[in-house]
Nanobody, 121 residues
Framework: QVQVVESGGGLVQAGGSLRLSCAAS????????MGWYRQAPGKQRELVAD???????DYSDSVKGRFTISRDNAKNTVYLQMNSLKPEDTGVYYC???????????????WGQGTQVTVSS
């Protein structure tokens, strides 16, 4: 079984910072890509940032220059450092890991339950 668990959400004032963490565990052979998505009330889930096993990153235009994604491959963990937070960053943040499970032969996506981030104005 594979588990993806996020932590680090909370309430912060505009201009503040938060750091999210996400750890994947279980019978994992390799993790290809890890990403952070968010879903604001009444909106569709959107990609915030992702990172490959080789360290290549991609960001949504709305967070470039403010958020930084990083990864610890040895710990199967991805982080999202969020600075200069804005009220529009409010939402549930989900972690996704595209990985190969022991005994499998195809990469599959696994999702965490989400962590709430609320930015007050």
């Amino acid at each position: 079984q594979v588990q993806v668990v996020e932590s680090g959400g909370g309430l912060v004032q505009a201009g503040g910072s938060l750091r999210l963490s996400c750890a994947a565990s279980g019978n994992i052979v390799t993790i290809n890509r890890m990403g952070w998505y968010r879903q604001a009330p009444g909106k569709q889930r959107e990609l915030v940032a992702d990172i490959t096993s080789g360290g290549n990153t991609d960001y949504s235009d709305s967070v470039k220059g403010r958020f930084t994604i990083s990864r610890d491959n040895a710990k199967n963990t991805v982080y999202l450092q969020m600075n200069s937070l804005k009220p529009e960053d409010t939402g549930v943040y989900y972690c996704e890991a595209t990985l190969l499970q022991l005994g499998g032969y195809l990469l599959r996506e696994y999702w965490g339950q989400g962590t709430q981030v609320t930015v007050s104005s």
